[in-house]
């Protein structure tokens, strides 16, 4: 095994992580906000790389060109989630929400199913294609234009929430609803604030993710996964601890893929998700 | 200012509080007493539109305002802080305050009125850039009332400002208060000290299992016989 081959492995590690970041951040931002789970995370993420592959094969859109329009779209479904589904079950019992997003994960699943088949589909020849040889390092092109843009969204994202007024009302309506609504800040507006921007990272993620990947109705299910694992090895709620994470679960994968075996890689990512419950049960960043 | 009609209250099928009526006058401090779990914190809520009562109504300056969310009561310049402090954690003093003239009505003002409250609590610009969490119980009780007036509020409801304050910080506490009474901001307070609550207002109302059993000027609630029934089951 030769040094280029390890340090491909983890700049492909790298570059995967900031998109496991993203998706991680929106689902970790939703649950910071409500203790709600979202177990459609995935099938959201599977939404958006259908909407980026039917631009493409529809109107010719590339995926890069579409992207803004994927993630409105996605931000669109957040609310119509939030408004139709999530607003109504604040209230009920843990079990009664899980079975809600989980239903809604399930009904998603099928209905991509339905209307497009459970074939694997391909964006082919997209904008930016190929890969690149740096110092005998073989990098794809989709992959790196995949992981800025992912780095990008989430800066914008750490930005929007830590710097901005409404972030700020975001976040004090995470830590205490009510004192939230004692001071004016308009919490079921927050809420659904809250289901836009988590859906529309998912949106960007997915965007970006088409150009090289498989588009098919299950698709999410193992992004979801590792979304799940990177929130809580990044500690619930926490959007900082979502993109230590991200890219800790992209370079274990990796590494553990090319010294192990690939088939056993998220044997690796789980089993260093178990170590961290068992010995910081809060995650790295975590509050709870 | 504040007129509360006979508002009944209940958590589901428990009701908690029975046709209370309350008022409150430009300008006054008035008291809320009652021993736990008499009623006093779920009229505070119900006032400030965490909670709807079911019967009775709630005027802030002749409007009706039991039928309002939360965020909008606070913009007519009633603020209500809640017991136990409920700062949010993870944000920092300055941020604390800042989201404190969130609304609309505050927000125009708000350079101003955080030089004003730093200027009560010296203490909390020495802290501005810590997590709230950090704070002692005293700088949190700072906070979360410096945290209420940068909403500009008229009528200031205060729940408990005192549980698990240091005898130092009480007093500071108390100079506060007066401080922001002088400034023409009537205050409405929960306290179980019957001598700590009537030395510092000018009515006070006293509450027992959901029902006012007494109300009155502080002077002469403090020589009753009644309220020493109440409080020392006498």
Not at chain 1, 11 to 36: H, K, N, P, T
Not at chain 2, 66 to 87: C, F, K, T, W, Y
Not at chain 2, 107 to 123: D, G, I, M, N, W
Request: hydrophobic share 50%.
């Amino acid at each position: 095994m030769t040094r280029e081959i390890v340090i491909q492995a983890i700049i492909s590690g790298l570059l995967m992580g900031f998109v496991y970041a993203l998706i991680a951040a929106g689902l970790s931002l939703i649950f910071g906000l409500m203790e709600i789970v979202n177990f459609a995370h995935g099938e959201f993420l599977m939404l958006s790389m259908f909407s980026a592959f039917w631009f493409w094969a529809l109107f010719g859109v590339d995926p890069l060109y579409s992207l803004p329009v994927t993630a409105a779209l996605l931000a669109l479904l957040g609310l119509v989630v939030h408004y139709g589904i999530i607003r109504h079950i604040l209230r009920a019992p843990m079990l009664a929400q899980i079975c809600a997003t989980f239903g809604l994960a399930v009904f998603l699943r099928a209905l991509a199913q339905f209307l497009w088949t459970p074939d694997f589909r391909t964006v082919i020849h997209p904008l930016v294609e190929g890969r690149v040889e740096v110092l005998g390092i073989f990098l794809g092109l989709p992959q790196i234009v995949a992981s800025v843009g992912c780095l990008m969204g989430f800066t914008l994202l750490y930005v929007f929430i830590t710097r901005t007024e409404t972030g700020l009302a975001l976040q004090a309506t995470a830590q205490d609803r009510q004192a939230a609504s004692l001071m004016g800040i308009p919490t079921d507006r927050m809420y659904a604030l809250g289901w836009a921007i988590g859906a529309a990272c998912v949106g960007v993620a997915g965007g970006l993710l088409s150009t090289f990947y498989f588009v098919f109705p299950e698709v999410g299910f193992q992004f979801a996964l590792i979304a799940y694992v990177a929130v809580a090895l990044g500690g619930f709620g926490s959007i900082l601890g979502c993109l230590l994470a991200g890219v800790l679960i992209g370079l274990v994968e990796a590494l553990g893929g090319l010294l192990i075996d690939p088939s056993f890689k998220y044997l690796i990512v789980f089993g260093l998700y178990l170590a961290v419950v068992f010995f910081r049960p809060q995650g790295l960043f975590g509050r709870f | 200012m504040l007129k509360v009609s006979d508002i009944e209250v209940s958590y589901g099928d428990y009701q908690v509080v029975w046709g209370v009526s309350l008022q409150v006058d430009a300008g006054e401090v008035v008291s809320l007493l009652g021993p736990n779990g008499s009623g006093k914190s779920t009229i505070f809520n119900t006032i400030s539109g965490l909670l709807k009562p079911k019967a009775g109504r709630v005027e802030f300056e002749g409007a009706r305002i039991d039928r309002q969310p939360s965020h909008q009561i606070v913009r007519r310049g009633l603020a209500h802080i809640l017991e136990r402090r409920r700062v949010f954690p993870y944000l920092t003093v300055r941020q604390n305050l800042w989201l404190g003239g969130y609304h609309p009505e505050a927000r125009a003002h708000r350079v101003e009125t955080l030089k004003q409250v730093y200027e009560l609590f010296p203490r909390l610009r020495e802290r501005e850039s810590q997590l709230a969490y950090s704070l002692s119980g005293g700088e949190q009780q700072m906070l979360a009332l410096g945290r209420g007036l940068m909403s500009r509020p008229k009528l200031l409801m205060v729940d408990e400002p005192f549980l698990g304050l240091s005898p130092a910080v009480v007093q500071e506490m108390k100079d506060a208060f007066k401080r922001i009474n002088a400034e023409g901001v009537s205050i409405l307070f929960i306290e179980q000290n019957v001598q700590v609550a009537l030395s510092m207002s000018h009515r006070g109302y006293i509450l027992e299992s959901g029902r006012l059993v007494l109300e009155g000027e502080s002077e002469a609630l403090l020589t009753s016989a009644e309220v020493k029934r109440v409080f020392l089951g006498g």
